[in-house]
């Protein structure tokens, strides 16, 4: 008996995680932003109009124009184009800086709670003095120290968000380290570290897929904030951040410069951080089958009408 091939639709449809994060219209919008966001990043030599770096002095402080969409800075360069390059920056320190803290972060909560003891203290003591400062103060005091460019951003933005992930881990493997399979793993000779390897951090990953994607606006974010007070990205480079700290001067007689750049930041982070909620509402099994797909019908039947007696008794005439 031939089976028939699922087409890509159904098999989309048939899958719950896709259909619970998509089952909001809101999130399919965000979704279609960042993708947006992305191409535009990939692909910035061949969108932007204009070197972003190359200084016109013959066309400083021009407004919008034909020629210059969003107009053009104090150096009079394109701030369409400096906005479209700063989206690569953006996502560049997001995604290399999550990678970063979450990799420690993970690392660190596996060693501690398989550990235990002394040890597990120790990390958990350190975890919570980091904690205690706030993300951005740290970053700031961490990029104090490593300077600017690129890659002392990413390595200051993912040190402040180490903790997160670690005391998340370790709250993962304190629950299943005594489970029965760890237990017959060690039984039939298997070692701690196969063990932690091979049994307890594939259960670590959901939580943590799902903190990564969190936390992705939240490092965008806090590289825009190190870039505006002149700890971030080293200039000419273009980067959100830096591009509000500049135009804000301006905002009086060319405001484009400076809000241009802040409603990008707006938009990333807040596209973020919705995708990353409605990853956590498709993850999460006690949300199982009441999200994105209303009530449950059994196939083949249909959604009866409400009865008239149900209108009444809540409320609706």
Same mark, same amino acid.
């Given at each position: 008996?031939?089976?028939?091939?699922?087409?890509?639709?159904?098999?989309?449809?048939?899958?719950?995680?896709?259909?619970?994060?998509?089952?909001?219209?809101?999130?399919?919008?965000?979704?279609g932003?960042?993708?947006?966001m992305?191409?535009?990043?990939i692909?910035?030599?061949?969108?932007?109009?204009?070197?972003?770096?190359q200084d016109?002095?013959?066309?400083?402080?021009?407004?919008c124009?034909?020629?210059?969409w969003?107009?053009?800075?104090?150096n009079?360069r394109?701030?369409?184009?400096?906005?479209?390059?700063?989206?690569?920056?953006?996502f560049v320190?997001?995604?290399?800086?999550?990678?970063i803290s979450?990799?420690i972060?993970?690392?660190?909560?596996?060693?501690?709670?398989m550990?235990?003891?002394?040890?597990?203290?120790f990390?958990?003591?350190?975890? +919570? &003095?980091m904690q205690?400062?706030?993300m951005l103060i =740290?970053?700031?005091? /961490? @990029?104090?120290?490593?300077?600017?460019?690129? $890659?002392?951003?990413?390595?200051?933005?993912g040190?402040s968000?180490?903790?997160?992930?670690?005391?998340?881990?370790?709250?993962?493997v304190?629950?299943?380290?005594?489970?029965?399979?760890?237990?017959?793993?060690?039984?039939?000779?298997?070692s701690?570290?196969r063990?932690?390897?091979?049994h307890?951090?594939?259960?670590?990953l959901?939580?943590?897929?799902?903190?990564?994607?969190?936390?992705?606006?939240?490092?965008?974010?806090?590289?825009?904030?190190?870039s505006?007070?002149?700890?971030?990205i080293a200039?000419?480079?273009?980067?959100?951040?830096?591009?509000?700290s500049?135009?804000?001067?301006?905002?009086?007689?060319?405001?484009?410069?400076?809000?241009?750049?802040?409603v990008?930041?707006?938009?990333?982070v807040?596209?973020?951080?919705?995708?990353? +909620? &409605?990853?956590?509402?498709a993850?999460?099994?006690? =949300?199982?089958?009441? /999200? @994105?797909s209303?009530?449950k019908t059994?196939p $083949?039947r249909?959604?009866?009408p409400a009865?008239?007696?149900?209108k009444a008794?809540?409320g609706?005439?």
């Amino acid at each position: 008996m031939q089976t028939k091939k699922k087409s890509l639709r159904e098999r989309l449809s048939s899958s719950r995680v896709l259909r619970v994060m998509f089952g909001r219209r809101i999130i399919v919008v965000c979704a279609g932003l960042v993708l947006v966001m992305i191409l535009m990043a990939i692909f910035a030599p061949v969108v932007a109009p204009y070197d972003p770096n190359q200084d016109d002095l013959y066309n400083v402080l021009k407004g919008c124009s034909a020629e210059h969409w969003l107009g053009t800075d104090s150096n009079g360069r394109d701030v369409l184009s400096r906005i479209i390059y700063g989206a690569r920056v953006s996502f560049v320190v997001g995604v290399v800086s999550v990678l970063i803290s979450s990799v420690i972060g993970i690392a660190l909560g596996l060693i501690s709670g398989m550990a235990g003891g002394v040890l597990d203290a120790f990390i958990m003591r350190v975890m +919570d &003095a980091m904690q205690a400062i706030p993300m951005l103060i =740290l970053a700031m005091f /961490l @990029g104090a120290i490593l300077g600017q460019g690129l $890659g002392n951003v990413c390595l200051a933005i993912g040190i402040s968000m180490v903790p997160g992930y670690a005391r998340v881990t370790r709250g993962q493997v304190l629950s299943v380290r005594n489970a029965d399979y760890v237990t017959a793993g060690t039984l039939c000779g298997a070692s701690r570290i196969r063990n932690t390897l091979v049994h307890v951090f594939p259960n670590c990953l959901s939580v943590n897929i799902v903190t990564m994607t969190a936390s992705l606006g939240g490092a965008i974010l806090a590289e825009a904030n190190l870039s505006f007070l002149g700890m971030g990205i080293a200039p000419p480079t273009a980067s959100w951040g830096a591009m509000v700290s500049g135009g804000y001067k301006y905002l009086s007689t060319q405001p484009v410069i400076a809000i241009a750049p802040g409603v990008a930041i707006i938009i990333q982070v807040l596209c973020c951080n919705m995708c990353g +909620d &409605a990853l956590r509402d498709a993850l999460d099994p006690k =949300l199982r089958g009441t /999200l @994105g797909s209303g009530h449950k019908t059994r196939p $083949g039947r249909k959604n009866k009408p409400a009865r008239r007696s149900d209108k009444a008794e809540s409320g609706v005439a």
